[in-house]
């Protein structure tokens, strides 16, 4: 009988055993946006995607939660305050707002921001080669450079640039020095107007009337959340209006050169795929997501008073026509 009750435990522990690893693996990730539109859903999308082409999968041995802040900073700190509560494997703050609430409240839990223009100046991580620390992510810095040699391409009439954002947004503010200079050493003058939140954006964009000559919005939340007041405005006025979010031509800006959010994603994801395999977040170095697409749009440019040349439509990778 003492044998057999031997043999019974000594089974009992090795299934047991054999359970633990698996139990292990399972993985918790917490995902939360600033706002949700196209651009910061298509990354979420694929972090998940990414997770999923990896083996986590959601149902599986993945659970996978998202908020979104809904455009309000005060509950982007709630979201994070409850994500840190629960203490996820990894947290996944898109937009620069989310990440310093993230960032903020720990110093133990794993966080990779994404869709972050200027990690070292919103005070995330040290520095983009050795971040340090808990915190490390991908960057979407707009190649603002390429931006005004596209407006001098396609408008080279235009002498000012009507820069619409978010004065809050610490991206934003990155973004308008660095559109300065490269404005400055093509010749061009940058004129602001600023909207705090989304009920503010038509009204910004119509102060820019009658002193731009064409309105330029970066990525900045806010802005691209409110996306259709600006446009109507820009249409109204025969104005140009271009962004450096893509996913904005198909809601009616003319042309947009940046980069494709759901690769921004993936990129992002395969970064948490590296933690929760056992790498150090501070190990892994911030890098600026790779690629950039153009994309136009015919019928805003028609709306808008302005021809976009035939040699930009060939080398789009999208063009709307109708």
Same mark, same amino acid.
């Given at each position: ?56 999968? &959601?149902?599986?041995?993945?659970? /996978? ?7 309000? !900073? ?18 996944? !703050?898109? #937009?620069? $707002? ?5 960032? #903020? ?51 080279? %009439? ?10 809050? &947004?610490? %991206? ?27 009920? &503010? ?16 919005? !970066? ?12 446009? #109507? ?6 104005? $140009? ?12 800006? /003319?042309?947009?050169?940046? /980069? ?18 056992? *790498? ?16 136009? %749009? ?8 302005? *021809?976009? !040349? ?11 026509? *109708?």
């Amino acid at each position: 009988m003492r044998t057999l009750f031997l043999a019974l435990l000594s089974t009992a522990m090795a299934t047991t055993m054999i359970a633990a690893p698996a139990n292990a693996k399972d993985v918790s990730v917490a995902v939360t946006a600033i706002v949700e539109h196209p651009a910061l859903d298509a990354a979420r999308d694929g972090v998940k995607d990414a997770l999923a082409a990896a083996g986590f999968k &959601e149902g599986e041995n993945l659970k /996978f939660t998202y908020q979104s802040a809904q455009g309000n !900073p005060a509950t982007a700190a709630q979201i994070a305050r409850q994500f840190i509560g629960e203490a996820p494997d990894v947290i996944v !703050p898109i #937009s620069t $707002p989310s990440a310093q609430a993230v960032v #903020s409240g720990t110093r133990d839990i794993p966080v990779v921001f994404t869709a972050v223009s200027d990690p070292v100046g919103a005070q995330l991580v040290k520095s983009m080669e050795k971040p340090g620390g808990n915190v490390t992510g991908l960057s979407d810095l707009s190649p603002v450079a390429d931006h005004v040699k596209l407006i001098k391409e396609v408008a080279p %009439n235009v002498k000012t640039i009507g820069f619409l954002y978010n004065s809050g &947004e610490a %991206n934003s503010i990155s973004l308008l020095e660095g559109l300065k200079v490269a404005a400055k050493e093509g010749g061009l003058e940058v004129v602001e107007s600023a909207a705090t939140k989304s009920a &503010e954006v038509q009204g910004a964009a119509r102060a820019l009337i009658g002193k731009a000559d064409l309105i330029y919005i !970066p990525t900045d939340n806010t802005i691209i959340s409110a996306l259709e007041g600006a446009v #109507s405005v820009a249409e109204e006025a025969k104005i $140009p209006l271009m962004t450096a979010d893509t996913d904005s031509v198909s809601r009616g800006a /003319f042309i947009a050169l940046g /980069f494709n959010y759901y690769d921004v994603g993936k990129q992002t994801g395969e970064v948490v795929v590296r933690i929760l395999k056992g *790498e150090k977040p501070g190990d892994i170095p911030v890098k600026v997501a790779a690629g950039t697409d153009l994309v136009v %749009n015919l019928v805003a440019a028609k709306k808008m008073g302005i *021809e976009i !040349p035939q040699a930009v439509v060939d080398r789009a990778s999208k063009v709307i026509k *109708e």
